[in-house]
């Protein structure tokens, strides 16, 4: 059974980087059939997307975050990270890593991590 | 503000049948972009409902369905449980914004 497990610091200061990586088992990340990506959630808000990657490294970002975001991927450790810079209290949420399935477009979600709330502290 | 409007609440007694809309525009659902849905129980992660348009993930009750015309698409859920309580959310693709995006989301009341 395929999980993911998002990992990195609960707090950030603002104006400071916030770095997370998504641990993958249960597969393998070079898996031609899908796509890794990260989503976020602020308390009591809708889910907004962020960015997604494949394991070559061909990436895509949403336009609103373009400018500060970038996610990579490591096949040698089965993970993939996301690195969001200039944070301030907006970007306080719980952020989940997901598969996307890339069979169907648009890609949609069929497996998530449990997700990890990071807090930006001024 | 979601490109894909979404009910902000629903609500129905146990057994009942609900639908969630989901409408977008000639941009995304119009355009023929499939729509997938997703249930979020309170503290969990969201799980892939439907995806498609109207195709359930292994696992999923025949009880959930979806479906899609024109500019929108519809999550129905008939024989409605307690633990159906959630929040429900679409998603497609948007070629003005040449990205996925989300429905801003649905919270469902099981009365």
């Known amino acids: 059974q395929l999980q993911l497990q998002e990992s990195g610091p609960g707090l950030v200061k603002s104006s400071e980087t916030l770095s997370l990586t998504c641990s993958v088992s249960g597969g393998s990340i070079t898996s031609s059939s ?6 976020r959630q602020p308390p009591g808000k809708g889910l907004e997307w962020l960015g997604y990657i494949y ?40 952020y989940y890593c997901a598969r996307l399935d890339g069979y169907h477009r648009p890609f949609p979600l069929d497996y998530w991590g449990q997700g990890t709330l990071v807090t930006v502290s001024s | 503000q979601s490109v894909l409007t979404q009910p902000s609440s629903v609500s129905g007694a146990p057994g009942q049948r609900v639908t969630i809309s989901c409408t977008g ?22 799980k892939l ?16 369905s979806g479906s899609k015309s024109g500019t929108s698409a519809s999550l129905a859920i008939s024989g409605l449980q307690a633990e159906d309580e959630a929040d429900y959310y679409c998603q497609s693709y948007d070629s003005s914004l040449s990205g996925s995006v989300f429905g801003g989301g649905t919270k469902l009341t099981v009365l």
């Open chain 1, 55 to 94: 394991h070559s490294g061909s990436s895509f970002y949403n336009p609103s975050f373009k400018s500060r975001i970038s996610i990579s991927v490591d096949t040698s450790k089965n993970q993939f990270s996301l690195r969001l810079d200039s944070v301030t209290a907006a970007d306080t949420a719980v």
């Open chain 2, 49 to 64: 409902l439907i995806y498609g348009n109207n195709n359930r993930p292994s696992g999923v009750p025949d009880r959930f």
């Open chain 1, 34 to 39: 899908h796509y890794w990506g990260w989503i």
């Open chain 2, 25 to 46: 525009s000639s941009s995304n659902i119009g355009a023929g972009y499939d729509v997938h849905w997703y249930q979020q129980l309170p503290g969990t992660a969201p």
